[in-house]
């Protein structure tokens, strides 16, 4: 199948063959045309996929065959949970617009507002948001979105993860009933599909892998490996291995720091990447990786979340997550459109529950391989980790991300929930 075929205009098909695609991508082939025909579409599938395209083409064929206002007011609304996400989309929607009068805009918060308000007012017909700062200026009567014809919740799971369900719900209610929905998830849970029930109408569904299982051009290897020696061995794996960009993920910011401190230390050219992070850092650290200055990125799971960065290597989980979804979504990070990646796990004893839940999502058992040296202590506990200090520990299997009102932090407390211990804040308001 090819993108002529698909029934996108000259003017796209002009804008896609600059960007080098050849094929459109199973999520493109099934999502596209149903979109074109203004029906809504509930879409499973995670970063990698090629989904961004398959949203952003469509809705740049409708709106450049619709009707010129010459106000232009906002007609498409495509709301993602994370700055970098909401930029990459904007950043898409440049490319694949490029021959059309069209004009883009992203608002996210942890930056100055007045920039993004000054884009608004000139008029604009597609803007990207992350929920907060949308919120935030609708409050203050900066914005209007009273003549949206399209919605997209583009990586609806992690914004339910990340506690943005009232702000949906609440933004909903300002947009017109008569639109367009589309919804795109990488994980179906049944706060999904009750959320997705509540915005579609007769959604056309489509996917592009199975739900909630792992792409097969990725290699998955676990190593046990001793706790205290999990730095140590991924530094080898990186210098022995001559490794050029790898992306690690902790589970804490405090671990994603000491990690990168150590591999500094070792001659690695590093730098973390999570919430406490201000815009400035995070966006210098992603360039550096994308241009190769940076070796190693180290994220915790929300500040990873929708970085685009295609073709990557390797992907180490320094920590197993504890919600088995993040496993998911952090291996979808290597493999990317059709290259190979490799997805390696350090696993210690500590985290067997998180393990277990993780093959039991996945539906297959990771390949275990010990490394000469590293291997654990035989009789180590696999009690559960102890989140903080003093806080209870987890005797169970892991508690499913909380998808109500609550922020994400609430899926990485096991004992009482104390905002001061969050992992990860909401970082986007
Ligand atoms: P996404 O899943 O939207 O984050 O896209 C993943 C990566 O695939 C991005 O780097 C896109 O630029 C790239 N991509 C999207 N569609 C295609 C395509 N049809 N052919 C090749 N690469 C693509």
């Known amino acids: 199948m090819s993108f002529n075929s698909l029934g996108l205009s000259d003017a796209l098909l002009k804008a896609i063959s600059k960007k080098g695609y050849t094929t459109p991508s199973p999520i493109q082939q099934k999502s596209i045309p149903p979109i074109l025909e203004g029906k809504d579409v509930l879409a499973s599938a995670q970063t990698g996929t090629g989904k961004t395209a398959g949203f ?4 740049l ?34 490319e694949y617009g490029e021959f059309l009068d069209l004009r883009s805009t992203v608002i996210f918060g942890g930056v100055n507002q007045k920039p993004q308000v000054a884009q608004l007012r000139q008029g604009i017909d597609i803007l990207v948001a992350t929920p907060g700062r949308l919120i935030d200026l609708q409050n203050q009567g900066l914005i209007t979105l009273n003549k949206v014809e399209i919605l997209v919740l583009d990586e609806a799971d992690r914004m339910l993860d990340m506690g943005f369900l009232r702000d949906i719900e609440r933004i909903m209610k300002v947009l017109p009933t008569k639109r367009q929905n589309l919804m795109f998830s990488a994980t179906f849970s049944k706060d999904i599909k009750k959320l997705a029930m509540g915005i579609l109408n007769h959604p056309v569904q489509v996917e592009a892998t199975p739900e909630n299982t792992t792409v097969d051009a990725i290699t998955q290897k676990v190593y046990p490996v001793a706790k205290e020696k999990k730095t140590e061995l991924v530094i080898k794996l990186i210098t022995e291995g001559n490794w050029k960009q790898i992306l690690v993920f ?26 406490n992070k201000g815009q400035g850092a995070r966006t210098k650290a992603l360039a550096g990786f994308k241009n190769g200055s940076l070796t190693a990125l180290v994220a ?126 909401r970082p986007n308001r």
């Open 56 to 59: 952003t083409l469509p809705i």
């Open 61 to 94: 064929q409708i709106l450049s065959q619709g009707k010129h206002l010459s106000h232009r007011p906002i007609r498409a609304l495509i709301l993602t949970p994370t700055r970098e996400l909401a930029a990459q989309i904007l950043a898409n929607i440049k």
């Open 250 to 275: 902790t589970r804490t910011k405090q671990g994603a720091n000491k990690l990168t401190e150590s591999m500094i230390s070792a001659g690695i050219q590093a730098a973390a990447i999570h919430g």
């Open 300 to 425: 915790t799971d929300i500040a990873a979340r929708g970085l685009d960065i295609p073709l990557l290597p390797h992907v180490v989980n320094f920590e197993l997550p504890n919600i088995p979804e993040d496993y998911v979504h952090r291996i979808g990070r290597t493999g990317r459109a059709g290259a190979n990646g490799e997805a390696i796990s350090l696993f210690s004893p500590d985290e067997t529950v998180f393990l277990r839940d993780i093959e039991k999502l996945i539906g297959m058992k990771l390949p275990k391989e010990n490394i000469k040296g590293f291997e654990p202590d035989p009789n180590a506990s696999t009690e559960p980790i102890k989140q903080g200090q003093g806080r209870q520990q987890r005797n169970s299997t892991p508690r499913k991300p909380k998808t109500d009102t609550t922020n994400r932090s609430s899926n990485y407390s096991f004992g009482p929930r104390r905002p001061s211990q969050n992992n990860e804040r």
